[in-house]
């Protein structure tokens, strides 16, 4: 996978989660996390934590890969 496709993907969508860009991009979240990384630190993407859940039984915003949200800053 090219980063500039990652980059691509943000920029259009602008605020993801982990695992809406580990599944439009067929991977494993904790390798997505890996090249958002490179990102990150060049100042590109910033990680949102979302730290609670509501209170429905579906399980889907708890589940950890809900609860990173991924956002282009530039």
Request: charged share 30%; proline share 1%.
């Given at each position: 996978?090219?980063?500039?496709?990652?980059?691509?993907?943000?920029?259009?969508?602008?605020?993801?989660?982990?695992?809406?860009?580990?599944?439009?991009?067929?991977?494993?979240?904790?390798?997505?996390?890996?090249?958002?990384?490179?990102?990150?630190?060049?100042?590109?993407v910033?990680?949102?934590?979302?730290?609670?859940c509501?209170?429905?039984?579906?399980?889907?915003?708890?589940?950890?890969?809900?609860?990173?949200?991924?956002?282009?800053?530039?």
């Amino acid at each position: 996978m090219i980063l500039s496709e990652i980059k691509k993907y943000l920029m259009q969508h602008k605020r993801v989660t982990l695992g809406d860009l580990a599944w439009h991009f067929d991977t494993e979240p904790e390798a997505m996390k890996g090249m958002l990384e490179q990102w990150i630190r060049k100042g590109k993407v910033l990680k949102i934590d979302v730290q609670a859940c509501c209170s429905k039984t579906c399980g889907k915003c708890c589940d950890g890969t809900a609860m990173e949200i991924y956002e282009w800053t530039h």
